[in-house]
């Protein structure tokens, strides 16, 4: 089975501070993704990358940005953390695409509820 | 930009009966579409997922249908049960101009399953 795990299940910060999610999944994927879901906008795409030191902007990126240094590993930084970003981060990792395959489908982590404060 | 609805956007029903779950997206140009289950606090499960070129996927009692042309999709639950009571969420794989995208989701259907 696919597993992603991620570091905490809860989070308390203070606003301001320097703020580190951690994502590891254990499948050998090249795709990994971060969302914030809120209550009434649903879940929203932070940002995501196609292989290490790879990344892309999603939807909502300001205020947030990440690192791949390891394949198996992508981490969501909070620069300087603001009660606007209380939510809950759900991180996923999927395959690449390969020709003629199909688009493989993403999986989950637990997700990580972050309160700023 | 890529819209997904989700309609209804909660569903209450009695144990046994089938229910129909239904998810539109305004842009046909997608790769996959997936169904998720997510209990509440949860992460996502991941139930069905539909290629681009496919019509449908079933596992158990579940069956997931897609029309890409017209933006539809449904998810059928047969014979549902207490256990079934979870939100459902549609998401559509986008695509852009370097390929394959993030996912953009539906809001969710809030399905509870009396007893």
């Known amino acids: 089975d696919v597993k992603v795990t991620q570091s905490s299940r809860y989070l308390v910060k203070r606003t301001g501070e320097k703020v580190f999610l951690e994502c590891v999944q254990d499948?050998?994927?090249?795709?990994m993704f971060w969302y914030r879901q809120d209550p009434g906008l649903g879940l929203r795409l932070i940002y995501f990358s196609y292989d290490v030191k790879m990344k892309e902007k999603g939807d909502i990126p300001e205020g947030y940005s990440v690192s791949r240094e390891k394949k198996e590993r992508f981490s969501l930084i909070l620069e300087s953390a603001s009660t606007n970003q209380t939510s809950m981060y759900l991180c996923?990792?999927?395959?690449?695409?390969?020709?003629?395959?199909?688009?493989?489908?993403?999986?989950f982590g637990p997700g990580t509820r972050l309160t700023v404060t | 930009k890529q819209e997904v609805t989700q309609i209804p956007a909660a569903l209450s029903v009695p144990e046994g009966e089938n229910l129909v779950l239904n998810c539109s997206f305004t842009?046909?140009?997608?790769?996959?579409l997936q169904w998720f289950r997510q209990d509440p606090g949860k992460g996502l499960t991941s139930l069905l997922l539909?290629?681009?070129?496919?019509r449908e996927q079933t596992s158990g009692r579940l069956n997931a249908s897609l029309d890409k042309s017209s933006g539809r999709s449904t998810l059928y639950i047969a014979a549902s049960q207490p256990g079934d009571s979870a939100t459902y969420l549609c998401a559509v794989r986008r695509y852009s101009g370097g390929g394959a995208d993030g996912l953009t989701f539906g809001k969710g259907t809030h399905l509870i399953i009396q007893p």
């Open positions: 499948m050998d994927h090249e795709n």
């Open positions: 996923a990792s999927s395959l690449v695409m390969t020709g003629g395959g199909g688009d493989p489908e993403q999986y």
């Open positions: 842009d046909s140009a997608i790769y996959n």
């Open positions: 539909i290629q681009s070129s496919q």
